[in-house]
């Protein structure tokens, strides 16, 4: 019964080859049209990291280590504690630490670090080149020894000017930064506790993933990025294809004789679950395979992508039946058009569909990897870039839910018994 | 062996089936009559089990089916007031289709498809897509696709709306035969009198919601059987002749027309005499004198005061 149903969803679907070429061929020529156009503009920051990085001194450190000590000499503290204090402080200063950060093995070869006269300051600024500017101020280590020996509060920062232009070199940075003053404060605190605190250092690995993904993996070429974006925004219009035959089904009270038939409904339900998720495998399927002969888009993992492939097909299966439920009920297909028109490319806008959008934000990321198709994309880019099946597992988990949590809400608003007269 | 009791169903302010009462007894073809917006449809969604009512019972074999339904789908076929197929199929997949959901496969399914295709004369398009058939074809499979599991009860909501008299007439004989070759028993809803005065056995006849009149067409036609409606033919007629016809007492209406002239008398009344003197006097030769029977039309204009069709 259940394959009756299947089977003449997919009659019905042939039938239509507008509805088809749709479906099909628009993301495959989607794909060659941005894949092309856009290439070098996707190629731009994303891929290889070559960083510019400015430093601006006001003030010499050595200078302020110097003034530092001499106050030390003058203060009535024990013999000792001066001693031992002098040594610290002679190996604390910020500003070197800072610097043997970057140039440590792990950054210098992503980064290089320019040092800038601050009469050259606004140059770096209009200057696109450089990923961020770090300004140091006047007697930022003398303020900074001052609260980490004698806990006086300080209220001077180094500044740091991020360029909008480029956004993953300024987000690293930042990220840099951020973990190289946490552990000046470890440091504080270590240097209260009197431990040595020479060990400092900046892990690399735990920068962002954002900063591994895009340093270690395999490239993403942009053909491979718009198959990814068009195959994932287009399945969901299979499934408004689908919502639309199940609510025609309605409309015309077919679906009355396959209930006077004594089909129960859920089987009807199921068949369109069903239909959704053939369908939008075999979909993906075929846009994949033009993209793979077309622009030899292959696929490190197959395994990996089969499974990607297939979670998001049960997701398309979940809002077909969600959409045919909600039509159902309310003997409309406003919501369905409303799908296909605003939300499919809301989704597809917001999933990163037509360019990395997760990229310029944390937050539009993490929005972007609630749509199914963002996750979905997210998936398919770290099998592509190469990734460990872990790193893509989270996101199967979360698409397989949005598919259950569809089917569910479906399954409550579908009508239990028609009324059509 | 199909009872509807009390039966009414409401939607939200709308009582769009009122406490209706009927029954269909095996082998009969029943009328069931009514205006647009009668509630006809209505009662049947119910009777089929495909909407439930708001009050009272359908029962098929001294068994109510508003919880158990399996029993009335097996055995009936439903043909809805819409075309319900698949546009974009052939008629002969549309065929494939619904007989497999009736669980009928292999060569007994091909058999009764072209059996069926025979029966509504549609073999020679079988191939083609439902969307390109003319209003006639459609309808006619419409009732060929619930006709593919030998139901034994056969309901038909309005089938010949919209189709040209050819089909029309090919689907009334197709019913007639139904009943007659098969013994299957028919519910058949119009809005056309004439339908229902050729096809049925009994009569329900429905307006806003009511059941008005209900019984089999000589019984429905006996409550005009008081009056009777004569017709008058001539050539043309004068000023003087129908003064004399208005100013006779025993003539209730007087309708004139180019050559006709419709009066409505008492039965009991004997006309004949009263009219040839009359068009004597007059100076007026006439053509013909009918005595009409009267019709279902007239029977609900004398119930509501209204014409079927509006
Ligand atoms: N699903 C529905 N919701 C609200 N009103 C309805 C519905 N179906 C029918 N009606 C109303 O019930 C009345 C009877 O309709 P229907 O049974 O279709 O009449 P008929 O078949 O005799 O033309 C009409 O007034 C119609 O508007
Ligand atoms: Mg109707």
Redesign the pocket.
């Known amino acids: 019964m259940l394959g009756q149903i299947i089977k003449k969803q997919a009659l019905i679907l042939l039938r239509n080859p507008v509805q088809l070429l749709l479906l099909i061929g628009l993301p495959m020529i989607l794909i060659a049209i941005l894949g092309t156009a856009l290439g070098s503009w996707m190629n731009g920051d994303s891929i290889e990291i070559n960083l510019k990085v400015a430093l601006i001194e006001h003030e010499t450190e050595e200078e302020q280590v110097a003034r530092f000590v001499s106050d030390m000499d003058k203060a009535r503290l024990p013999e000792e504690a001066v001693v031992a204090i002098k040594e610290s402080a002679i190996e604390t200063a910020p500003i070197r630490m800072l610097k043997d950060v970057f140039v440590s093995e792990e950054l210098s070869e992503m980064i290089v670090l320019h040092e800038v006269n601050p009469s050259e300051k606004q140059d770096v600024l209009d200057d696109d080149s450089y990923a961020a500017l770090i300004e140091v101020p006047e007697n930022f280590t003398y303020e900074t020894l001052n609260e980490i020996f004698l806990d006086e509060e300080s209220s001077i920062n180094l500044q740091v000017f991020q360029n909008e232009q480029q956004e993953i070199g300024a987000n690293i940075v930042g990220q840099i930064l951020q973990q190289f003053g946490e552990q000046l404060t470890l440091g504080v605190f270590l240097a209260d506790q009197g431990i040595d605190q020479r060990a400092m250092q900046v892990d690399v690995d735990e920068l962002d993933s954002e900063v591994t993904v895009v340093n270690q993996g395999n490239p993403v070429s942009s053909k491979a990025y718009y198959t990814i974006g068009m195959v994932v925004m287009n399945v969901l219009f299979m499934a408004t294809a689908i919502g639309t035959i199940s609510f025609n089904e309605k409309q015309t009270h077919v679906f009355d004789r396959i209930i006077l038939a004594n089909v129960s409904r859920w089987v009807y339900f199921t068949g369109v679950l069903i239909t959704g998720m053939i369908f939008a495998f075999i979909q993906s399927m075929l846009v994949f395979a033009f993209a793979w002969i077309v622009f030899d888009i292959t696929w490190p993992n197959l395994f990996s992508f089969f499974i990607v492939t297939l979670s998001l097909s049960i997701s398309v299966g979940g809002i077909a039946v969600l959409l045919t439920a909600v039509s159902y009920r309310f003997h409309s297909e406003v919501l369905t058009d409303f799908f296909s028109s605003i939300i499919v490319t809301m989704m597809a806008f917001l999933g990163g569909s037509f360019f990395p959008i997760g990229d310029s934000s944390k937050i539009l990321q993490v929005i972007g990897n609630l749509t199914p198709n963002g996750a979905g994309m997210s998936a398919y880019l770290s099998i592509i870039r190469g990734d460990a099946m872990v790193a893509i597992s989270n996101h199967i988990v979360y698409i397989l839910l949005f598919a259950i949590t569809s089917i569910i809400i479906a399954v409550l608003s579908f009508p239990r018994r028609g009324?059509?007269? | 062996m199909l009872e509807l009791v009390d039966l009414t169903?409401r939607?939200?302010q709308?009582e769009?089936?009122k406490n209706l009462n009927m029954f269909i007894e095996k082998g009969e073809i029943v009328g069931l009559l009514?205006?647009?917006?009668?509630?006809?449809?209505?009662?049947?969604?119910m009777l089929s089990s495909l909407?439930e009512p708001t009050s009272g019972d359908v029962r098929y074999n001294n068994k109510s089916i508003l919880r158990n339904p399996g029993p009335i789908r097996e055995v009936l076929g439903m043909v809805p007031?819409e075309i319900a197929l698949y546009d974009d199929l052939s008629a002969l997949e549309n065929l494939q289709f619904f007989g497999r959901i009736y669980k009928l496969k292999g060569k007994e399914l091909q058999i009764k498809i072209a059996e069926v295709l025979e029966q509504i004369g549609l073999t020679d398009r079988k191939k083609d897509i439902v969307k390109t058939f003319s209003g006639g074809m459609k309808r006619r499979l419409n009732i060929g696709v619930a006709m593919l599991h030998d139901p034994e009860i056969i309901i038909m909501?309005?089938p010949t709306v919209g189709i040209d008299p050819q089909s029309r007439n090919y689907i009334l004989e197709t019913v007639k035969r139904l009943n007659e070759e098969k013994q299957m028993t028919v519910l058949y809803?119009s809005?056309y009198m004439e339908e229902v005065e050729f096809l049925c056995d009994r009569i329900y006849i429905?307006d806003q919601?009511n059941l008005i009149a209900s019984g089999t067409k000589e019984e429905i036609k006996q409550i005009l059987s008081s009056e009777h409606t004569i017709s008058i033919k001539a050539d043309r007629w004068n000023d003087r002749f129908i003064e004399k016809l208005k100013n006779n007492p025993t003539i209730h209406r007087v309708k004139v027309e180019d050559r006709e002239i419709t009066i409505v008398v008492p039965k009991e009344v004997n006309m004949f005499a009263t009219l040839a003197k009359m068009a004597e006097e007059a100076d007026l030769e006439l053509r013909s004198v009918d005595i009409n029977a009267p019709t279902l039309e007239d029977v609900f204009l004398h119930l509501t005061g209204r014409a079927l069709r509006d």
């Open positions: 009324v059509s007269a | 169903k939607f939200k709308n769009a089936v009514g205006p647009n917006g009668a509630g006809k449809s209505t009662a049947i969604s909407v007031q909501d309005e809803t809005h429905m919601g």
